[in-house]
T-cell receptor
Framework: SQKIEQNSEALNIQEGKTATLTCNYT??????LQWYRQDPGRGPVFLLL?????KEKRKERLKVTFDTTLKQSLFHITASQPADSATYLC??????????FGAGTTVTVRA | EPEVTQTPSHQVTQMGQEVILRCVPI?????FYWYRQILGQKVEFLVS????????KSEIFDDQFSVERPDGSNFTLKIRSTKLEDSAMYFC?????????????FGSGTQLSVL
């Protein structure tokens, strides 16, 4: 079965710095990959989708890359702010929004 | 932005009891889902629902689970006889279509505690 792995440790960074999160997957060739944000006690919130033929996607201070050869996606938060503190999840659609999520990486941005 | 609404936000029940978790998806959405997240673990797919029938279900979604869209607005998840291991946050989600350009919207979840 497919396996999705994200940075196993929490990320603690200074405000203004760039946070880089990693998502690796195996045993699957997804047509696209998604990133979500999850705050404590809340549901995931969709952030970005990147397709297999796209190398990079940006939305405001967020940037996602997708390397299908390495089976890896990188998620960057530039000019980070304390409000960016949350858990970030990568997800693969393994069929009709049957999403398989990674365990998530918790980011804490210090003021 | 439109929201998926879930009630109750917290549900405590005794083992063996039946529970019904309720969701109001976004009004024009056609595809509905339940996911769950056990504390400290991944968000896991349970079931998808379209056109008044289950489209797909996971191994977790056994005979103790059922879903229903009893009217034009509600979408429910029933657990017939709860077990301790059913304790989790349950998320309802909906989307307009299966086009990948359509976002999947999640509710805030129902925290189910089975004692």
């Amino acid at each position: 079965s497919q396996k999705i792995e994200q940075n196993s440790e929490a990320l603690n960074i200074q405000e203004g710095k760039t946070a880089t999160l990693t998502c690796n997957y195996t045993n699957y060739s997804p047509a696209y990959l998604q990133w979500y944000r999850q705050d404590p006690g809340r549901g995931p919130v969709f952030l970005l989708l990147i397709r297999e033929n796209e190398k990079e996607k940006r939305k405001e201070r967020l940037k996602v890359t997708f390397d299908t050869t390495l089976k890896q996606s990188l998620f960057h938060i530039t000019a980070s702010q304390p409000a960016d503190s949350a858990t970030y999840l990568c997800a693969l659609d393994i069929g009709d929004y049957k999403l398989s999520f990674g365990a998530g990486t918790t980011v804490t941005v210090r003021a | 932005e439109p929201e998926v609404t879930q009630t109750p936000s917290h549900q405590v029940t005794q083992m063996g009891q039946e529970v019904i978790l309720r969701c109001v998806p976004i009004s024009n959405h056609l595809y509905f889902y339940w996911y769950r997240q056990i504390l400290g673990q991944k968000v896991e797919f349970l079931v998808s629902f379209y056109n008044n029938e289950i489209s797909e279900k996971s191994e977790i979604f056994d005979d103790q689970f059922s879903v229903e869209r009893p009217d034009g607005s509600n979408f429910t998840l029933k657990i017939r006889s709860t077990k301790l291991e059913d304790s989790a946050m349950y998320f309802c989600a909906s989307t307009l279509s299966r086009d990948i350009n359509e976002k999947l919207f999640f509710g805030s979840g129902t925290q189910l505690s089975v004692l």
